[in-house]
């Protein structure tokens, strides 16, 4: 009667693998597709997915769904108590509905890979066909091997690889077909699936009436969003993305992570769009932003490889066993200052004031406030994880893990233990003229010239004016920190 494509981490209608498949099926049989969307709450809380993320999923498949209504396709939308009621349901429904053919896109953590395990013996036991497609990864996971044919750890040579075998495989970057509309008489046959409510967030992951306004103004939802976003880029940014990237305040960057983990927009889609532009038509060489950009993208389809090989990075356990020892300081009131914004680095502090405003953080400050946590605080890293991603609104395990593990010198590929940022020279050099930091601590606006950097050891005016406006000195001290991570992480490392 219909062929049912089940949307979870891919809300759009181009270039969508399962949906094109989907539908290709669906046209075959002279039948049309349904849509379907089930929201399980407990979901969001066990993933810690923050109130910011939920707020853009539901206004996002509010768009889904009108967009699909225009192709006559209904978007079938409920919200379930407990997690492992999303299979049941979407079995009962599709026997309801008489559908033998089920599609989706694949999502690769434990969890979610046990769901579609479990999704492919429900279906199975009831004559239906459950087929879970590739789509996330530019490349799917378990296509590039090193030569001696094992997953690589180190990005580098990952990439090269990364690289080649989509040089050698172009198909995989190629746009899939787009649904087209479904036959006539669907929409009559299936008008009570048409215009359904999406169901507003559970009061666990409320936003006030400001709060959803200012997210919805910073990050408007829907793919269309996506592409314009995407297309402002490639056309006025990414150019001078590798000489501008690092600075916080150039608004250099594409800022299309939230798509990309929402899936309004498919990494693909990026890669793709990316490559048409540059001159040589390739994804190495050519305009050197391009290159770079590209291969940015690309360190989230390495996160993801590295996820499906290792999975055990998802249970709260560091990349590299060796680090398990680490002694860490458990201060609530260091973690509460970081978070709040009140470590007295202003650096650090107009980040996670930033982050705790918009959703969002600029890459380089996720590095330096990752690094301020693990290492000159020595808190676990893996309660700065969490709290990003409980506040991100593109938070997304694999690329959240990824970069916690690298700043925290624990992960895939990281940077090394001994190397410990220094905030008040990353501060310096990334935002010399404290544009940022002026933007984000307002204490410290009155502040001149260099001294924004760090007010309190520069002396005279500048830590006059921090200290009349509140501004706290520096909970831990660069030098001592340094020497204590050094000694703990070496410690730690050595112990049996
Ligand atoms: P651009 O610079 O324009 O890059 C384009 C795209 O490439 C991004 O949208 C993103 O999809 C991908 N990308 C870029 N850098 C990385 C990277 N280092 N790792 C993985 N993918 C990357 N990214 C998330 O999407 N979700 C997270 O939860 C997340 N947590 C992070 C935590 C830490 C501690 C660190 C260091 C990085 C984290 N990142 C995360 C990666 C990166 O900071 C963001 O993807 C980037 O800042 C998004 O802004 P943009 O879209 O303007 O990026």
Redesign the pocket.
């Known amino acids: 009667a219909a062929v049912v494509h089940w949307f979870k981490r891919d809300l759009r209608i181009r270039d969508n693998t399962g949906l094109s498949r989907a539908a290709q099926l669906a046209r075959e049989k002279g039948v049309g597709v349904i849509g379907v969307w089930i929201l399980s709450p407990r979901d969001w809380e066990a993933h810690l997915v923050s109130p910011a993320k939920c707020d853009f999923e539901i206004r996002t498949v509010g768009v889904l769904g009108r967009e699909l209504a225009e192709l006559d396709v209904p978007l079938f939308v409920e919200c379930v108590g407990e997690r492992g009621d999303v299979e049941r349901r979407l079995v009962e429904v599709c026997e309801e509905w008489g559908v033998k053919n089920v599609f989706c896109n694949l999502e690769y953590e434990p969890d979610e890979l046990r769901r579609e395990t479990q999704l492919v013996k429900l279906c199975a036991e009831k004559g239906i066909n459950f087929e879970p497609q590739h789509d996330d990864c530019v490349v799917p996971p378990g296509s590039l091997r090193t030569g001696g044919g094992r997953q690589y750890a180190v990005y580098t040579p990952w990439y090269r690889s990364w690289v080649a075998h989509l040089h050698a495989h172009p198909h995989l970057l190629d746009e899939r077909p787009l649904p087209g509309r479904n036959p006539p008489g669907f929409r009559d046959r299936f008008k009570h699936l048409f215009d359904m409510p999406v169901p507003p967030a559970p009061a666990s992951k409320g936003l006030s009436t400001e709060e959803k306004e200012r997210f919805a103004r910073l990050w408007p939802a829907g793919e269309g969003a996506a592409l314009d976003r995407l297309q402002l880029f490639l056309t006025e940014k990414i150019g001078r993305y590798q000489a501008t990237?690092n600075f916080p305040s150039a608004n250099s960057?594409?800022?299309?992570?939230v798509h990309?983990?929402a899936g309004t927009l498919a990494?693909r889609t990026s890669v793709r769009m990316a490559r048409d532009v540059n001159s040589t038509k390739k994804l190495d060489g050519g305009i050197e932003g391009i290159r770079g950009?590209i291969s940015?993208?690309a360190?989230?389809d390495f996160?993801r490889h590295v996820l499906v090989h290792w999975p055990y990075v998802c249970m709260n356990k560091p990349f590299k066993f060796e680090y398990t020892n680490i002694e860490w300081e458990y201060s609530d009131a260091h973690f509460r200052a970081w978070t709040e914004g009140k470590t007295g680095y202003p650096i650090v502090d107009a980040a996670m004031r930033c982050l705790n405003h918009t959703a969002y953080m600029?890459?380089r400050l996720?590095?330096v406030t990752?690094s301020f946590l693990a290492k000159h605080l020595l808190l676990d890293w893996r309660c700065g994880e969490q709290y990003?991603?409980s506040h991100?609104i593109?938070?997304?395990f694999a690329?959240?893990n990824?970069?916690?593990g690298?700043?925290s010198s624990t992960g895939v590929d990281p940077q090394p233990y001994f190397r410990v940022f220094n905030p008040w020279l990353q501060s310096e050099k990334f935002d010399a003229d404290g544009e940022f930091i002026r933007k984000w601590v307002p204490e410290l606006q009155g502040v001149e010239g260099m001294a924004i950097h760090n007010p309190y050891e520069h002396g005279g005016k500048a830590a006059e004016v921090a200290r009349r406006n509140g501004y706290p000195k520096p909970i831990v001290e660069h030098k001592f920190a340094r020497e204590r991570c050094l000694m703990r992480y070496k410690a730690g490392i050595g112990r049996d």
């Open positions: 990237r960057t594409a800022c299309v992570s990309h983990a990494a950009w940015e993208v360190w989230r996160y600029h890459n996720r590095m990752a990003f991603i991100l593109d938070g997304d690329s959240n990824g970069g916690w690298f700043a």
